[in-house]
């Protein structure tokens, strides 16, 4: 569908004049650098030199990569964004017995302000990034890994949609001036009751829609759960986070397989700077300034620690450090004090995954 594009016998540098590529007989070790893209992708070859071998444009197809990527010859170097759609290359490229390196999408954020921008300059500069060792990389998670975080990240997706289907269907109730006093208004009783509203009809159709819509969701949400626990029944790490205030088998699954290997992490320290769970710190000669938290990293993870923190009792040191906030800084500063205590569960949470038992949990003075 897409034919292969190839540039000539030169190749324009960035000052716009042209050089030639080097002969096609070099045999040694290559860097490869892709522009991956939904429809399309770039490589672009060259020397540990940084002299250019190559640069073609084909369709991203996985047969197409593999013949492609045979011309770097053995185990060359290859580096991609970390774009939603990496996994696919990954795969290709450990078949092939490529060594992938995963830019991390911030770090070379700074290509989209070039005054000339292209496919083959993003390709050729994650080369280049790659070969002089300055390239920002990302954790490459094993296919096992990513298995598990598709499973956890549908599941999590299934209850946002189901959450707004339940909140829809609360609207249906206000417009009409309509209340339920049940805690539970998708249970039994509260759907029996649901049934018995006299409604318009246009409102009748909308709400009868959203609770076999809601139905649907929950039965799929129920498949999951037994899969996911499959999945993690016999990991150690997961029973392990099970025994931390707070964490129950939804957020232990989804903190196990977004953090994957633990052993890639220093010290707990790295673990929450990795969640975006940190205050940004912005320094120049002698100004600094500390902000919000980053928010850099899984977001998931971020959410299912400060929830979690939200469900544990008094006498853990995640719920000291709570109350610890919230009295020196006031009530106002309950939003802070929750970020503060779901680092204090990241730390157990370390722990717990890379020793297999729970520290800390007796401890309840200040952090």
């Not at 050089?19 to 992708?41: A, I, N």
């Not at 996994?87 to 017995?97: C, I, Q």
């Not at 949609?161 to 909140?167: F, I, P, Q, R």
């Amino acid at each position: 569908m897409f034919p292969e594009r190839r540039l000539g016998g030169a190749h324009a540098n960035q000052n716009g004049s042209r050089r030639p590529l080097v002969d096609e007989s070099y045999v040694g070790q290559q860097v490869v650098g892709l522009d991956l893209h939904r429809r399309r992708t770039v490589m672009v070859r060259m020397t540990p030199a940084g002299e250019r071998l190559e640069a073609v444009r084909f369709a991203s197809d996985p047969a197409v990569l593999a013949e492609q990527i045979a011309k770097a010859g053995p185990s060359p170097e290859v580096v991609v964004e970390a774009t939603y759609n990496w996994y696919w290359v990954a795969d290709v490229l450990d078949e092939a017995g490529a060594r992938l390196h995963l830019a991390h999408p911030l770090g070379v954020k700074g290509f989209a302000y070039r005054r000339v921008k292209s496919d083959f300059r993003d390709a050729a500069d994650l080369a280049d990034l790659l070969r002089m060792g300055r390239l920002p990389e990302a954790w490459i998670a094993p296919k096992h890994v990513r298995c598990q975080r598709e499973l956890v990240r549908h599941r999590h997706k299934l209850r946002q949609l189901c959450s707004g289907l339940k909140a829809g269907a609360h609207a249906v109730l206000a417009k009409n001036a309509l209340l339920i006093p049940r805690s539970d208004m998708f249970g039994v009783d509260g759907r029996h009751r649901l049934r018995r509203l006299a409604l318009p009809q246009a409102y009748r159709v909308r709400l009868d829609s959203q609770l076999h819509l809601i139905d649907a969701f929950e039965t799929e949400i129920e498949d999951l759960d037994g899969r996911i626990r499959g999945l993690f029944d016999a990991d150690a790490g997961y029973r392990a986070l099970l025994r931390i205030p707070g964490i129950g088998p939804v957020f232990a699954a989804i903190l196990r397989a977004e953090i994957g290997e633990i052993g890639r992490f220093p010290s707990p320290r790295q673990l929450t700077s990795w969640a975006g769970l940190t205050p940004r710190h912005r320094e120049s000669d002698t100004t600094v300034h500390r902000g919000a938290i980053t928010k850099q990293g899984s977001r998931l993870v971020r959410w299912a620690a400060v929830e979690a923190v939200q469900r544990t009792r008094a006498g853990t040191p995640m719920r000291a450090r709570y109350e610890q906030v919230v009295t020196r800084r006031g009530a106002s500063a309950k939003h802070v004090a929750k970020v503060a205590a779901a680092r204090e569960l990241l730390d157990c949470v370390f722990y717990a995954l890379r020793d297999g038992r729970v520290r800390r949990l007796g401890h309840t003075g200040a952090a």
